[in-house]
């Protein structure tokens, strides 16, 4: 995704409640014309348009495109733990995140030193990347892997903005052709996406001029993609905007494994959490949300997870570098 140069770090502004009013009705749509946004909040269209531009000129918001996983062509989404030996857990961190499946690398303290979010089209597709071509990262000791059976939550609302660095190489064109085939974008739908990627208000003509088609054929297409859940226009805010801000991955065991499902209900209701996942493998739920320290971890799992009913224990892994996180993946859940 296309972003300010690195040289370029624009203090994060402070948001007033028009600042969030504005941002929860583009969390909604992120193409919500700026007279619907005037209308619904008793302000001028100008300001309206000036506000956007200074959350979005400071960094503190992107509007964009978050497609869905299963959409482009991938049936499985992994949580990976990653033990280290032999190289700083931030060197092996920096070498996973040029792996095009890699999503996310979070380096961590708890039972693991770094966490990774990662994509694959098939098991064979898996095998290959989990047993040969992360397990030959120099410095990766063990991985740990957990499959998500079901997602239940996954609001990508407030996000590092960390793009993370460019793989190395892209994927081979059999791997790329395996992916295209699953995925239920064609190739204008998946054109037209990464314009949205980088700008989800970027106007049906500039699409179809760029792209070479009509306008109609742009704005049928985005209505298509946005009604059969396969992408979500969106706003996404920077999570460096709350300062001391840590992602914390919460692994969740019930009592039993016929009360995964409820449990992982009950979660997806508590506003904290950006992610709830029924996972086969580590433990039977995974929850991530956001946190000011160890302290304020400590007290929300204890008063807000544990008491849960059916909630047998917990473990938890504290993120304290972000590498790479690309919010423009995700399971787009109704």
Same mark, same amino acid.
């Given at each position: +995704? ?17 600042? &969030? ?29 000036? #506000?956007?531009? @200074? ?5 503190? +918001? ?21 033990? $280290?030996?032999? #190289? ?5 961190? %920096? ?25 694959? &089209? ?19 000791? @063990?991985?740990?892997?957990?499959? /998500?059976?079901? $997602? ?6 407030? $996000? ?29 739908? @998946? %054109? ?9 208000? @970027? ?44 992602? /914390? ?5 019930? &009592?039993?494994?016929?009360?995964? %499902? ?46 849960? &009913?059916? $909630? #047998? ?17 995700? %399971?787009?859940?109704?």
């Amino acid at each position: +995704m296309s972003g300010l140069p690195a040289t370029v770090a624009p203090a994060l502004i402070e948001l007033d409640e028009t600042d &969030e009013a504005i941002i929860g009705l583009l969390r909604t749509d992120g193409r919500l014309p700026y007279r619907a946004i005037a209308r619904q909040l008793g302000l001028t269209e100008n300001t309206v348009r000036s #506000r956007v531009r @200074r959350l979005e000129e400071s960094n503190t +918001m992107r509007l964009v495109a978050v497609t869905d996983i299963e959409a482009a062509g991938f049936s499985m989404l992994l949580a990976i733990g990653v033990q $280290v030996e032999g #190289r700083s857990p931030e060197a092996v961190a %920096r070498d996973l995140a040029t792996f095009p499946e890699v999503f996310s690398v979070n380096v961590v303290v708890g039972a693991q030193d770094i966490e990774v979010l990662v994509v694959s &089209e098939d098991q064979a597709a898996l095998n290959e990347l989990v047993g040969k071509r992360l397990a030959a990262v120099p410095g990766v000791q @063990r991985l740990t892997a957990a499959l /998500a059976l079901d $997602v239940l939550k996954n609001q990508p609302d407030w $996000v590092p903005f960390h793009d993370g660095p460019l793989p190395d190489k892209a994927p081979d064109a059999g791997r790329a052709a395996a992916v295209a085939s699953r995925s239920r974008l064609d190739n204008v739908d @998946r %054109r037209i996406v990464a314009q949205l990627s980088r700008d989800a208000r @970027r106007g049906n003509g500039q699409i179809a001029a760029e792209l070479g088609v009509t306008e109609g054929t742009v704005r049928g297409r985005i209505k298509r993609m946005e009604e059969e859940k396969l992408i979500r226009l969106t706003a996404v805010t920077n999570i460096d905007r709350f300062g001391d801000a840590l992602l /914390a991955y919460i692994w969740i065991e019930v &009592e039993r494994s016929d009360r995964t %499902r409820e449990v992982a209900r009950t979660l997806a209701q508590i506003p904290e959490l950006g992610f709830v996942g029924v996972m086969l493998g580590r433990s039977d739920i995974l929850a991530i949300t956001m946190v000011r320290n160890t302290e304020h971890l400590a007290k929300f799992v204890h008063q807000r997870i544990s008491l849960i &009913e059916g $909630v #047998r224990r917990t473990q938890s892994t504290l993120g304290v570098n972000f590498v790479k996180h690309d919010y423009r993946m995700a %399971r787009i859940v109704s």
